[in-house]
């Protein structure tokens, strides 16, 4: 589904709309909105514009000297939001631009700065790229957050309906990384997630493909959304978690991004397919290669990925938390390699129907993302760092083949293999010293602002005592 101006005024008027929600995305992935009567509305503010927003009190945005920012709603992304029972109210997108008389894009809208990345990338010859984020996410029951619960040695601030901890398990609890695709009674979600499904197409217009529960025990659950362009999946993205959050929300569940609440059990991972194309052709494709169908242009956007993996790391694993999903045993990536099978390596290429006919889905699964990440600044990142690859022909090299975990550290060094940062603290440095790659779509500002802002979450978390530490040195 997209819009003209001409067609959203028409649909405003047949879907009798009485508000107009306006959204957009901070810095750091925020989604935010701001409310209209549908009657103040005019076409002309899809041209224009228009002035709701104090940027200096949305994170990374505007200084108090230079509050004003506007918001001009793209019409292509009109959807009617089905659980407001209040009034029909529809929601739009906004791409942010400067206040003051020079209305240029705001140098810090990501949405902006992921129609910046589409443009540099057609600039390199490549008139269309293609990106399927794979989104997990975590479901727990409401009413039993904040309840903390000791399990194995590790206290909970939240749990599942699911979880053997839980208080109203009825004796069909799933166990710790045994959540794959279990039949109901197992999976509670599937209604949950069905309903999803039903909104995101039917409301949304994002075609879903299937949906399951995930390997956690406690209400890990995907939904899997076709591949779109750049600004498209970007939007997606946020359109997916706003919905997954509210529909739960409905339910008397919470729906999070966070990507490891649960000790010991595997993380929300937001693996990104990536393509690139040019006059209706996949670029990434070559039959010729033996090994993965793969052409030495994916392999050049590969070996720019892993090259700047640490850097990157900072922008699509930008959380504290993010760095306890990143660790041996959970099929989240630890190593800077890559391989067709392999989950303990940042890039796998998946396994397709082999054959020109099947050409289309060629591409390269990066795995280091998370859900906790801007997916319009991780695809701007990517895509830096994919695109730095093909300029300065850095192939990606040969695939490990063997389980990455199982190695010796010294069979790893043997093979070059590197590791992503352990904390949130390596990332950023790593992005300090490593960032002029990004340089063609993020300005020196953007980064700063990335830096200070991971730099103080991390502060924040260090200077608290962790719950763990108290069984390690609580000595009583
Ligand atoms: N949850 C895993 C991750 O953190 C991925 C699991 C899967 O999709 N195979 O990346
Ligand atoms: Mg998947
Ligand atoms: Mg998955
Ligand atoms: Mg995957």
Known sequence: LTFTAEEVMKRLKEDKIK????????????????????????????ADGLPKVDGSSIRGFTE??????????????????????????????????SGGSKRDIFPRDPRGLAKKAERYCGEQGYDTSYWGPEVEFFVFDKLEVN?????????????????????DNVGYALRLKDGYLPSAPGDTLMEYRNQCVDVLTNNFGIVCDAHHHEVATAGQCEIDIRFDTLVNAADSVQSYKY?????????????????????LDNGSGMHVNVSLWNKGKNLFYDPDDDYAEMSQTARYFGGGIMEHAQALASIVAPTTNSYRRLVPGYEA????????????????????YKG???SAMKRIEFRAPDPSCNPYLAFCAIMAAGLDGIRKKRDIGDPVKE??????????????????????RQAYEALESDSAFLKPILDDETIEKIIEHEERENVEVSVRPHPHEFALYADV
């Open 19 to 46: 508000f107009i929600d306006l959204q957009f995305t901070g810095l750091f992935g925020r989604f935010h909105h701001t409310t209209m009567d549908a009657k103040m509305f005019r076409i002309e503010d899809f």
């Open 64 to 97: 108090i000297h230079e509050s004003d920012l506007i918001i001009r709603p793209d019409p292509a992304t009109y959807a009617t939001i089905p659980w407001i029972e209040q009034a029909p109210t529809a929601r739009l997108i906004c791409d942010i631009l």
């Open 147 to 167: 309840t903390m619960t000791p399990y194995q040695g590790q206290s909970y601030h939240i749990t599942s309906r699911e979880a053997p901890w839980s208080s």
């Open 243 to 263: 919905i997954v959050k509210n529909i739960a929300q409905k339910r008397n569940m919470m729906a999070t991004m966070m990507p490891k609440p649960i000790a």
């Open 333 to 352: 990536p630890v190593y800077v390699a890559w391989s067709t099978g392999n989950r303990s390596a940042i890039i796998r290429i998946p396994a397709h």
């Open 356 to 358: 020109q006919k099947f």
């Open 403 to 424: 389980d990455i975990f199982k190695m010796t550290p010294k069979r790893r060094r043997e093979l070059g293999i590197t590791q992503l940062p352990a904390s949130l």
